[in-house]
């Protein structure tokens, strides 16, 4: 079996993780999101059944799924019930990626390389199953003016941006276009393939 290199992407809200996700995709990266792998545990019944006892039935959509704004709004306005929320999703999170990919490995012509954003990558120790790291920042201006969410709080938990670099192998200030975010991507890509 052929374990793919194990890339994580991490940074700030609206450094642009999403899209340099989406470059690694387009140069040949196997590649899931943390938020996807939520969203699927979201919709477990006994994920679901586990938060609704939590925070209450305030939580549950019309269609009787969980209403991620209102999850939202009850853990970013009280910080334990965020830090049960994190506490009860990121080993499921880390199990899940897991599983992928050593499903990737299992492939009869796995990928190269597999990609994963994990927005609080160093915060939750999740550093330490990645073979590398890469690091987007920008300006928090620049941040601010991409991202529709409150920064404020969820920043102040975070590492700072100077710690993550140090930490990281691969480190881009995102002040540029697409096109330059996708020739970093490349980059990266040509080296880990070598």
């Known amino acids: 079996m052929t374990r793919p290199v194990a890339v994580a992407i991490t940074g700030g809200i609206g450094a642009g ?3 340099a996700l989406a470059a690694f995709a387009r140069h040949g990266a196997a590649t899931v999101s943390s938020d996807e792998i939520v969203h699927e545990l979201l919709r477990r019944p006994e994920v679901r059944e586990t938060i ?6 305030g ?3 019309p269609d009787g799924e969980l209403d991620r704004g209102a999850v939202g709004t009850v853990v970013f306005n009280d910080r334990g019930a965020l830090e049960w929320l994190e506490g009860l999703l990121h080993p499921l999170v880390s199990a899940e990626y897991l599983v992928w990919r050593e499903q990737l490995g299992e492939l009869s012509s796995p990928p190269r390389v597999c990609v994963t954003e994990v927005p609080l ?9 990645f073979d590398r790291i890469v690091v987007i920042t920008a300006p928090e201006g620049v941040r601010r003016a991409r991202s529709e969410v409150a920064t404020d709080e969820r920043e102040r938990r975070l590492l ?11 480190a881009y200030l995102n002040t540029g276009s697409l ?4 020739e970093f991507v490349a980059s990266v890509m040509d080296d880990l393939t070598r």
């Open 17 to 19: 993780k999403s899209e």
């Open 52 to 57: 609704v006892e939590r925070f209450g039935n």
């Open 59 to 61: 939580v549950v959509g």
């Open 121 to 129: 990558l160093y915060e939750s120790g999740a550093d330490e199953r």
């Open 160 to 170: 700072p941006d100077e710690e993550k670099v140090r930490r990281a192998d691969y």
């Open 179 to 182: 096109a330059e975010l996708d």
